[in-house]
């Protein structure tokens, strides 16, 4: 879904770096499944890149959306805490 659905620049110089040490940390500590995931990832990429279309939305509305939504208050329990309490009474 990260390959269909990010944006390009945020593909080439966020996604695929992580993707790739993963796979690389993934293939020293556990060399057969790090061969295995290394087939699925490029035989999923291929079809992931081929549904990709172009974003509806810009770049920078989308940078300025994430931004906005950080800023205002949440409800979500914050901490380790909170959430217990929040999961406990069902809030």
Known sequence: MVIKNAFFMDL?????P?????LVVRLIITPRVG???IRQVLKQTKGALHLRKAATISRADMHRWYRDAA????KQPRNI????LALITNH
């Open 12 to 16: 080439l110089f966020y996604n695929f």
């Open 71 to 74: 800023n205002e208050v949440s």
């Open 35 to 37: 061969w295995y995931m």
């Open 18 to 22: 992580i993707i790739f040490f993963h």
């Open 81 to 84: 805490v909170s959430r217990s």
